[in-house]
């Protein structure tokens, strides 16, 4: 018996077929069936019920089963662990990223890990969640960074980075010489925002609705999908917003916009890695999401 094939034993019962499981684990049917059937042997028992619709674990196989969860998860554990060390890898990494972080949180930091790693390459996709999500049940992409939390059996999310939106307003803006402002008093405000249904829209409601405050009494003037044209209205005079500190550190050096804070209330979040549960991340994958982790920590 190896960690080999607990894993193989794993991810066949995650994908309820010995086809899913190969194409998962990038492995012919043929040699997947072969380390499920060594395993059956070294224990002396069948660990599924086979039939012609599907494949179901058997009385032993669910018995190892949480045994083979907690090696993957252990070999998850080590890698974690080791990533701090491991300084000469090699390798390619495919990832997807949702707008905010891609755009902006993202490039300013694969320039130190670049000089860290010289040997990653790192090919990066700037998608929505649900492409994201997509393309790694095709296994197109290792992992992916999303902006909000999301609930998918076959995968695992957990938090990476933190980040918080801030009131962002124009030069000459009345509340621009304002260090700070209640919520109340921004809300007299026209908006400009993000569409329905991105993260950050349901950051910023959330915490309205937590203050007893309908984000439908909101004055709206401009709704646009993209955080790059909800700057340029900002700039342009046609109202405030409510986005990410990341995304607007060029403007503010320029004078072109101005941060304000909200003294009651904070509009903090959590940016998650996406990955499949049957999937093990190759160790560069591991060592790019501990840097992340390691570099917002040390800004905040």
Do not use: C, W
Not at 180 to 190: C, D, Y
């Amino acid at each position: 018996m190896n960690f080999h094939q607990l894993h193989i034993f794993y991810t066949v019962s995650e994908r309820g077929s010995f086809s899913a499981a190969a194409q998962t684990l990038h492995m012919t049917q043929p040699a997947v069936t072969m380390q499920v059937q060594a395993l059956e042997d070294y224990f002396g028992t069948k660990l599924f019920n086979r039939s012609t619709k599907k494949i179901v674990l058997s009385e032993a196989g669910q018995t190892l089963m949480p045994f083979a969860l907690r090696s993957i998860q252990l070999m998850r554990e080590t890698d974690l662990a080791m990533s701090a060390f491991t300084h000469m890898l090699e390798g390619r990494l495919q990832l997807g990223a949702s707008l905010t972080i891609g755009e902006y949180v993202l490039p300013r930091l694969l320039g130190p890990f670049g000089k860290e790693y010289p040997n990653i390459s790192i090919m990066m996709k700037v998608m929505n969640t649900t492409q994201i999500m997509e393309e790694i049940n095709k296994h197109q992409l290792n992992f992916g960074l999303i902006e909000a939390p999301v609930t998918h059996p076959d995968m695992v999310i957990e938090p990476v980075m933190g980040d918080e939106l801030k009131l962002i307003v124009p030069a000459e803006h009345p509340l621009a010489d304002q260090n700070e402002v209640t919520l109340e008093e921004a809300l007299r405000h026209p908006f400009v925002l993000r569409e329905r249904g991105s993260g950050t829209r349901r950051v910023m409601e959330e915490q309205m609705l937590a203050k007893g405050l309908d984000p439908a009494a909101m004055t709206v003037v401009m709704e646009l999908g993209s955080t790059g044209a909800v700057k340029s209205a900002v700039e342009a005079g046609l109202g405030i917003t409510m986005i990410s500190t990341s995304s607007v550190k060029h403007e503010v050096a320029l004078g072109l916009l101005k941060i304000v804070n909200i003294s009651d209330a904070s509009f903090k979040r959590q940016f998650y890695a996406i990955h499949l549960k049957s999937t093990l991340l190759p160790i560069s994958a591991v060592t790019f999401l501990t840097f992340l982790r390691q570099h917002t920590s040390e800004e905040t």
